[in-house]
């Protein structure tokens, strides 16, 4: 063998074993196995970032990982919430409670379901057994106060909503302001309108965007037989929440009651255009024949002055 071909074998050798060490002492590829945990943390940040599809496709890898998962049951129940799901959410948060019994917060979102789909007698029977579990969960006194609300229950509804100020933690303003708002509306309905409005102002003074607020004490100064708060209130509604139809109406209204026909006129001209851009023909309907009565009535207002 000639000088140059042993050269040549001894580089292509030396290359090959140089090759095959680099790739023995090469960094090995990890595979990192995804836990429950993981999949439970990756649910969660996409609910936080609203969506809420790839949640429940997270929570039903931890399900499938552990089939008696109860938190994984009660967090897909939110993400159902969430998507308007309420069959769906209740069924979850019913598996949730089988595999523990004292999850306080599968009643307590239950309980939303079943308030959502018009229940509020359910609703109640799961808010007790979350309060039963959690006597300080303010959340509990306050959504069975709205539950019993929606069950005519008025006065009982008042002491939940009285419990929950109590029982809440220094939060923000606005959820204060949410609790006295809906006391308000419970003590309205209870013809009870000084109390009513004195929620009602503790409300805006809370949160002065509310327009919630706003229209409701509107329509506690209406009760009063106080027009000019009633229209200063519409008024505000409508900076806030400038499309909303119907309060240019209620509006309408009040202004016909202190003498502003004009202004009234143009209230409900604006309302019936909103109803007909919005797709609600029978309350167009309805605005249009309202306006057709108004202007009549301006009109023999007018002829009876002039005599």
Known sequence: MSNFLRLLISVIVAFSLTFLTLSAHSSPILITKITVGDFLEFGVDKMRRGDYQEAIKNFNQAIELEKDLAVAYSDRCLAYLQLQDYHQAIADCTQSINFAPDNSEAYLNRGLALYRQGDYPGAIVDYNRAIALKPYDFRAYYNRGLARVGDEKDSEAILDFNLALTQIPQVGSLLLADIYNDRGLAHLV???????????????????NDYRAYFNRACACGRYGDDF???????????????????????GVARYQLGYHLGAIADLQKASEYFENQGKRVAYEKTLDLLKNLRQQISSVTEIALF
């Open 229 to 251: 708060g009633a229209v200063r209130d519409f008024s505000q509604v409508i900076r806030l929440n400038p499309s909303n139809a119907q309060v240019y109406v209620y509006r």
């Open 190 to 208: 209870l013809q009870d309108t000084q109390a009513a409005m004195l929620d009602f102002n503790l409300a805006i003074r809370l949160n002065a």
